[in-house]
């Protein structure tokens, strides 16, 4: 029970309310009854009801000329967390579409898988964490019973969630849908997947982080969409340390499958048993509780003023990603560090840089490249050049690129 507990207490401080009250729902229902059949914790029940995919509606037939005040904007999305990177992102995203004479208002999507505590406290940790911008707009909870009161010119989409709330809306604003990853890819084959998978059928048009997720939901589902690049915050993430590095970092985070955190321990391990002089730091999730089979630095979920500070005392960090690319490998290459990362079309689809180390997903091969980083004559020549390489990439890029499309979408008959 003491075990349970702690685990507990280490999945709520560092997943958040989110991913602990969903688990604890899966849960708790099959220990009260474990022959009743739980709702989807994920999303409203009359949301998912209403919207039947298979008969398809043009939301994005029409053009919207841009009124003199700007295009007003609903977003929904599920309760952001202090470390959450694709929240982080999303507002990013939010802000710039804010910052080019938007009026936005966020809407909280918030079932038994996203319990809010209220909007002031959702503010006030935003408002606390360097990585969330500030938003002017309005923030509200969702309600399915009112559904999105408000006139609104388009409606974004943030999670597949989101998808059947914004579907159901009524009006005539435009659907968006604002893709980061193959969502479905996060469950096994079931009805999760199932739900998640319709949402690329719902008729909206997608913006999507990097390239081969917009192929992809194209190519597979038929859906319309635009992609952006990835960029690096050179104000957080540059090179420091211009001296020979004899440490690596690995993204360790257990309850995310899609980031094969026990696949990247194996290539540590050999890693370890080979060079037992290098030093291994693990960031991303507390790993104090978990079986890891060598000498590490636990670094969590540190806040991301202090990654920059780890990165550039790296030589090499072992990044993996089973579904779409994380933006860790550009953020990490602005401190110097060379991104191992498993080569695979998801990855080379988002950054097919000569820059990042693509090995095979084998816990050896894994190892062999970061040794091979490690040993190299031109150590920290290499660092400095890697680091220049993305040196003048910045999210203003791809945020201008965003607000284009955005544009470009409400003015178009898709």
Known sequence: MTGRLSTAVQSLRHGGIRSTAWRGAKWLAGRVNPFRV??????????????????????????????????????????????????????????FLERAGNPTTVFLYSPAKNPVVSIDGVKAMMAESSAYPEIRGDFRIYDPEAGLPGEFDAIVACDWETTYASHRHGGSAKRFYFTQDFEPAFFAW????????????????????????AEKLTADYGMSADHYDYA???????????????????????????????????????????RPDVTINLVGWDMSGYDVPF??????AVDIAELNAIYNRCAAGLILSLTNMSLLPIEVMGAGVVPIVNDAPNTRGVLDSPHIEFAPMAPRALADRMIAVLDRPDQAGHAAMIARSVAETDWSDPGAEFVASFDRAMQSAL
């Not at 952001?80 to 929240?87: D, Q």
């Not at 000498?295 to 969590?300: A, L, R, T």
């Open 38 to 95: 739980a709702p989807l914790a994920s999303v409203y029940a009359d949301d998912l009801v209403a919207v039947d995919w298979s008969q398809p509606h043009a939301f994005n037939a029409h053009e919207v000329p841009r009124p003199a005040s700007g295009y007003r904007v609903a977003w929904l999305i599920s309760p952001p967390g202090r470390t959450s990177g694709g929240h982080q992102n999303a507002f990013r995203f939010m802000s």
């Open 190 to 213: 079931g009805s999760d997947y199932a739900a998640a998978e319709n949402s690329y059928r719902l008729g909206f048009h997608g913006f999507s982080a990097g390239r081969w997720l």
């Open 232 to 274: 690096v915050d050179t104000s957080r993430y540059h090179h420091l340390n211009t001296s020979p590095r004899n440490e690596v970092l690995f993204y360790a985070r257990p309850p995310t499958p899609r980031r094969a955190t026990e696949f990247g321990l194996l290539a540590l391990r050999e890693l370890h048993r080979r």
């Open 295 to 300: 000498p590490y630095v636990n670094h969590s």
